[in-house]
């Protein structure tokens, strides 16, 4: 009996040992947790009709301005070589806060997917209570542009709660960014 009183009382002991020390170190693990910088949660606004897609968008701060860390899936057949992003910043209450448009280059492969981090160029304080809404303007591949008709205003919609508007998608020839046609002479001997 005695050496079972014994066992209980090493054990217990070991117990609040292990929570004593689970109770002191936890000041260092919320530090270490401070000293990361937090990022906010974005709405990305998946247009099907687009080659390109979005994944898990998220918006930090840095020493250089904020960072939209996310991962960019390429859904054709083509090289998709740059993006023209959207970003709405709206109030809690809904009022639209601002609005953000730049141009990343991106390129890849197709039919990937690949991690990006992005630098928009935000302007004035963020709040914590801001929402924040991601769309996708226009998908810049060797052979085609994606433009999106009335991608600002679907997206508002869309921030509204409004899941139904869909843009319009237009492709174009890409003039500028093709890969040069190389002709080669035919060499006839006779």
């Given at each position: 009996?005695?050496?079972?009183?014994?066992?209980?009382?090493?054990v217990?002991?070991?117990?609040?040992a292990?929570?004593?020390?689970?109770?002191?170190?936890?000041?260092?693990i919320?530090?270490?947790?401070?000293?990361?910088?937090?990022?906010?949660?974005?709405?990305f606004?998946?247009?099907?009709?687009?080659p390109?897609?979005?994944d898990?968008?998220?918006?930090?701060?840095?020493?250089?301005?904020?960072?939209?860390?996310?991962?960019?899936?390429?859904?054709?057949?083509?090289?998709?070589?740059?993006?023209r992003?959207?970003?709405l910043?709206?109030?809690?209450?809904?009022?639209?806060r601002?609005?953000i448009t730049?141009?990343?280059?991106s390129?890849?492969?197709?039919?990937?997917?690949?991690?990006?981090a992005?630098?928009?160029i935000?302007k004035g304080e963020?709040h914590?209570?801001?929402?924040?809404?991601?769309?996708?303007?226009?998908?810049?591949?060797?052979?085609?542009?994606?433009?999106?008709?009335?991608?600002?205003?679907?997206?508002?919609?869309?921030?509204?709660?409004q899941?139904?508007?869909?843009?319009?998608v237009?492709?174009?020839?890409?003039?500028?960014?093709?890969f040069?046609?190389?002709?080669?002479?035919?060499?006839?001997?006779?």
């Amino acid at each position: 009996m005695c050496n079972l009183f014994k066992i209980r009382l090493i054990v217990l002991q070991a117990c609040l040992a292990s929570l004593a020390a689970a109770f002191f170190s936890s000041g260092a693990i919320s530090a270490n947790r401070q000293e990361q910088p937090q990022s906010a949660a974005v709405a990305f606004f998946d247009i099907p009709d687009l080659p390109a897609r979005v994944d898990e968008p998220k918006l930090r701060k840095s020493d250089e301005g904020s960072v939209l860390d996310c991962a960019v899936a390429n859904r054709s057949s083509e090289q998709l070589l740059g993006l023209r992003l959207i970003l709405l910043v709206v109030e809690h209450s809904g009022k639209l806060r601002s609005r953000i448009t730049w141009t990343e280059e991106s390129e890849l492969p197709s039919y990937s997917i690949k991690a990006f981090a992005f630098h928009p160029i935000m302007k004035g304080e963020l709040h914590s209570t801001d929402q924040f809404y991601l769309g996708i303007e226009e998908v810049i591949g060797h052979e085609t542009i994606w433009q999106t008709v009335g991608a600002e205003k679907a997206l508002r919609a869309y921030s509204r709660g409004q899941h139904d508007v869909t843009p319009e998608v237009r492709a174009v020839a890409n003039k500028f960014d093709r890969f040069p046609v190389l002709t080669v002479p035919l060499l006839i001997r006779h």
